[in-house]
């Protein structure tokens, strides 16, 4: 390892307050969040978010299959 690259670590870790390894993987984990957001967030136009809230803002309908299918025991439960 180069004079430079074990330099650059030590000075993460004074200006951070982590170590290497502990700032790459939590600057890792937040560089994978803002390239993966669009899986996990969307934004609407101003037409589809009056669409999107006017689905939203309909009563429930009564589905008795569904609430039969909700009330049986997990099957995953240990």
């Given at each position: 390892m180069g004079w430079g690259r074990r330099f650059g670590g030590c000075l993460v870790g004074a200006v951070s307050g982590s170590d290497l390894t502990e700032f790459v993987l939590t600057h890792a984990a937040d560089a994978a969040r803002r390239i993966l957001a669009d899986r996990d967030r969307f934004q609407l136009s101003g037409d589809a978010l009056v669409a999107w809230?006017?689905?939203?803002?309909?009563?429930?309908?009564?589905?008795?299959?569904?609430?039969?299918?909700?009330?049986?025991?997990?099957?995953?439960?240990e």
């Open positions: 809230e006017a689905v939203n803002d309909r009563r429930t309908r009564d589905l008795p299959g569904l609430r039969e299918l909700m009330s049986r025991p997990s099957p995953f439960a």
